[in-house]
């Protein structure tokens, strides 16, 4: 979640008792915090997309990141109003946008319930996997001597996965190399989801995304769609993530850790003065 003040939200995370097992014996009960998770319904215009289990904060830049990551609209500026509505079996995003954008959106509707977030679960056919989107430009650069001062802002910003252990965050680095926003979440494409709503609410521009998870095709096809350029992760990244960068031409790193980075694609990007 974006935090200007470091604060956690509330809905984020609940507290449970527990019995801990350690070194041998089971010790007293005691508390521990769960992260949040729980089904959120996308519809548009009173019509049922999808489902997607996700930590329900930041919901309105999640609408908006995912409504331009699926391709339904292209633009901000298609959405209308966005109203989330909560009850007993979860939420409710319902999102109002334009007419023009509403046949794309039922050739596009799904049927199937995604699994914590994942980035294409519910897609009806595989043509539907691949799709068809421009290059993005090149004129981002990113100094490969701030990524250890990045990987140290994120760590200290992942206020959930401090608390929980459970959580993905994706990052959005300045030029420089600052944290200027961080959202976490229990499935890693809603992470980064909610970072390109934010992103394109801010219109932000020449900066790079810093991922906690592994690279895979659909997050590089999501910030390819965003006409994003660099994209940090810092697990490993896939065959499909890195054939995908290539064409997009999106400079892809992964096993980005404090001294290191493997560099996939487009390395003129990832300057070191």
Same mark, same amino acid.
């Given at each position: ?69 699926? $391709? ?55 043509? $539907? ?9 090149? /004129? ?28 993905h965050a994706a990052a959005y680095l300045d030029p420089d190399g600052n944290i200027q926003a961080v959202f976490e979440d229990v499935g890693r494409h809603i992470a980064l989801d909610k ?40 697990? /490993?990244?896939?065959?499909? /993530? ?11 790193? $992964? ?5 290191? /980075? ?12």
């Open positions: 979640m974006y935090r200007a003040d470091g604060n956690l939200n509330i809905d984020s995370a609940s507290r449970k008792t527990i019995i801990r097992y350690k070194q041998g014996a089971f010790q007293e009960s005691t508390e521990d915090m769960v992260v949040q998770e729980v089904p959120v319904a996308l519809e548009y215009n009173g019509i049922a997309y999808t489902v997607m289990m996700c930590t329900p904060v930041d919901l309105e830049f999640f609408a908006v990141g995912f409504s331009v990551t699926e $391709g339904i609209i292209d633009h901000d500026r298609d959405i209308h109003n966005i109203e989330i509505q909560k009850d007993a079996e979860g939420m409710t995003l319902s999102v109002e946008i334009a007419n023009r954008c509403m046949s794309r959106l039922k050739e596009k509707r799904r049927s199937l319930m995604g699994v914590t977030g994942c980035g294409i679960c519910g897609a009806e056919q595989l043509n $539907g996997v691949r799709r068809c989107i421009a290059p993005v430009s090149d /004129a981002s650069r990113f100094n490969i001597e701030k990524l250890d001062s990045a990987l140290l802002q994120l760590n200290q910003k992942q206020t959930l996965n401090q608390l929980t252990g459970a959580s970072l390109i709503g934010w992103i394109i609410r801010h219109h932000c521009e020449h900066g790079a995304v810093l991922v906690t998870s592994r690279a895979s095709f659909e997050m590089v096809q999501k910030v390819a769609v965003c006409g994003l350029e660099i994209l940090l992760a810092v697990s /490993a990244a896939t065959h499909m /993530a890195v054939e995908l960068a290539e064409r997009m031409n999106i400079t892809l790193c $992964g096993y980005c850790r404090p001294g290191k /980075a493997n560099i996939y694609t487009h390395e003129r990007r990832i300057v070191d003065n």
